[in-house]
Each structure stands twice: as C-alpha cells, then as structure tokens.
C-alpha cells in the first residue's frame, strides 16, 4: 500500500465458455500474480468462471454463494494477503445459506468482495438485467443490496456491467459514500463508444473513481466477443491507466484524498437538488 492510497489491479481474463475450472484457475493465477506486483485489491471480470454469454450452462454451474469458487477466491486473498473482488459467478439463491437472498430460488449474477484476511466484505447482485438480444433478464433473478465497504481506506461500491447505464444506482452509492466504484462486467462489440462514455460519465457526474474489469474472449455459439479495454478513471473522468481487448492486467493507485479534494474544489454534489 502506499502512502497516500492503494494500488488497484484490474484482471482481464481470458474467459472460455463453460471452461469453468481453467477459468477459475486463471483467476487464481492472477490473484496470485496482483499479490506478488503489490496490488492491494484486484478485481475479476463478470461471469469470469462460466463466461457470460453461455446462458445454457447458467443452470448447470450455479452455485450457492459458499460454494467452491466463493471459498477457493477468499481463501486466495487470504493466502496472498490482498483483497479480492470475486468479479460475478451465477449464484443458485435456493443452495445459498451463507447470506441473505433477494428471492428463495433462483439464479442471480452475483459479486462478492473479500479483504486481505479472506473475511466477505460486501456482496453485490447485478441490479440491471440485460434484455435486449440476450438471455440474462429470463434467467436471473435482480439484486436489492447496496453497500459499500471500506478496503485500505477507500469506500468502494460495486455494480456490475448493464448497470452502467442508470446513473441512479451510483447516485445511491455515492450517498452510500462511495469513493470508488469497480465494475466487472462483459461487455461486448461493438459498443465501445458506450463503454467508455458511459464509464466516464459516472466517474464526472459523482466525482469519484471507477474502475471497469472487462473479460477478453470469443463467445462462438453467441456470435459475440468481448471488447476488453479495462480502466481505472479519476475523479475527474481522466484515464489513469487502461488495455486493449487482449487479456491484460491494468493497474493504478487510488486516492481518497483526491476524491475528497476534486469535490471539495468543484462542489457539484453539494449543488444537487434531486
């Protein structure tokens, strides 16, 4: 950890459909990795374990939120001493005993984050579900948690992917105190003015830092192929570091001082009247 922050490692994994233990292992692999570089935190993309666009293969690798990759991910960040946020897995809510549920059974795309001893921080289930050319909406159940946790001195929030799009959710996290946001997610071509345009605009609008882990991957059965370029924004929406589509590992220090002095200068969130 620095001085005057901590160090952020994003994870861009290659995902392969249904591929789920090479999967996991790769994410392994990069917790490890992240550890040995310094990073504080590290987080993985959405769906990394089963891949998001291999909707016939949600069912069959749901798992309860104690299940086997929950537990291999904490162990890991306690093994290596780095906080991990366990991107997204496809969560069976009727198994899941360890937390508390939106519904009784179900599937629900769903975030866990755990500090540098292993100990659950904060859990996130995806708000938004996509329904537009996309199976998700029919087959999760959404999310009604928002919290935050503080990791290494930095209020952090989750959201996941489609949820980029409704500026409310943030505004509530941002209430919440949130100073950083991290958002793993699937997102594919070609919609990259979006992808960055909208990350962007939700690190301006709520002056604070966003942090989006992309996956890297082709999804033949779906005819769809993930576009990468992950990236940590400041507070003033400037990129502090980003990839290309390739897997990668993007890195960047956070500082709350930063968040606290950009909104102390450029009071905008005071000025809100809604």
Same mark, same amino acid.
């Given at each position: 950890?620095?001085?005057?922050?901590?160090?952020?490692?994003?994870?861009?994994?290659?995902?392969?459909?249904?591929?789920?233990?090479?999967?996991?292992?790769?994410?392994?692999?990069?917790?490890?990795?992240?550890?040995?570089?310094?990073?504080?935190?590290?987080?993985?993309?959405?769906?990394?374990?089963?891949?998001?666009?291999?909707?016939?293969?949600?069912?069959?690798?749901?798992?309860?939120?104690?299940?086997?990759?929950?537990?291999?991910?904490?162990?890991?960040?306690?093994?290596?001493?780095?906080?991990?946020?366990?991107?997204?897995?496809?969560?069976?809510?009727?198994?899941?005993?360890?937390?508390?549920?939106?519904?009784?059974?179900?599937?629900?795309?769903?975030?866990?984050?755990?500090?540098?001893?292993?100990?659950?921080?904060?859990?996130?289930?995806?708000?938004?579900?996509?329904?537009?050319?996309?199976?998700?909406?029919?087959?999760?159940?959404?999310?009604?948690?928002?919290?935050? #946790? &503080?990791? *290494?001195?930095?209020?952090?929030? @989750? %959201?996941?992917?489609? !949820?980029?799009?409704?500026?409310?959710?943030? /505004? $509530?996290?941002?209430?919440?105190?949130?100073?950083?946001?991290?958002?793993?997610?699937?997102?594919?071509?070609?919609?990259?003015?979006?992808?960055?345009?909208?990350?962007?605009?939700?690190?301006?609008?709520?002056?604070?830092?966003?942090?989006?882990?992309?996956?890297?991957?082709?999804?033949?059965?779906?005819?769809?192929?993930?576009?990468?370029?992950?990236?940590?924004?400041?507070?003033?929406?400037?990129?502090? #570091? &980003?990839? *290309?589509?390739?897997?990668?590992? @993007? %890195?960047?220090?956070? !500082?709350?001082?930063?968040?606290?002095?950009? /909104? $102390?200068?450029?009071?905008?969130?005071?000025?809100?009247?809604?």
């Amino acid at each position: 950890m620095s001085a005057d922050g901590f160090d952020l490692a994003l994870a861009q994994l290659e995902i392969e459909a249904g591929h789920v233990e090479g999967n996991v292992e790769r994410a392994l692999a990069a917790i490890e990795r992240a550890a040995d570089r310094g990073a504080d935190l590290v987080a993985l993309p959405e769906l990394f374990n089963v891949g998001y666009f291999a909707f016939d293969l949600y069912e069959r690798y749901a798992e309860p939120f104690e299940g086997e990759t929950f537990t291999r991910l904490g162990d890991a960040a306690a093994e290596h001493g780095i906080a991990v946020l366990a991107g997204t897995i496809v969560e069976d809510l009727a198994e899941t005993e360890a937390v508390e549920t939106p519904a009784d059974e179900g599937l629900a795309n769903t975030a866990a984050l755990f500090d540098a001893s292993g100990e659950l921080q904060l859990v996130y289930r995806k708000h938004h579900l996509f329904g537009y050319d996309s199976a998700e909406a029919e087959l999760l159940v959404p999310g009604e948690r928002i919290e935050t #946790a &503080s990791i *290494g001195g930095v209020t952090i929030g @989750v %959201t996941t992917c489609y !949820d980029l799009r409704f500026p409310e959710l943030y /505004r $509530e996290l941002i209430d919440a105190g949130a100073e950083l946001l991290v958002v793993p997610s699937a997102w594919p071509y070609p919609r990259i003015e979006h992808w960055e345009t909208l990350s962007r605009a939700r690190a301006i609008e709520n002056q604070c830092y966003v942090a989006t882990v992309n996956g890297s991957g082709e999804f033949d059965d779906a005819g769809a192929e993930l576009l990468g370029r992950s990236t940590v924004y400041d507070p003033w929406g400037v990129t502090l #570091a &980003s990839s *290309g589509d390739d897997p990668a590992f @993007v %890195t960047a220090e956070i !500082d709350p001082d930063t968040t606290a002095s950009i /909104r $102390e200068e450029f009071p905008a969130l005071r000025d809100r009247r809604l």
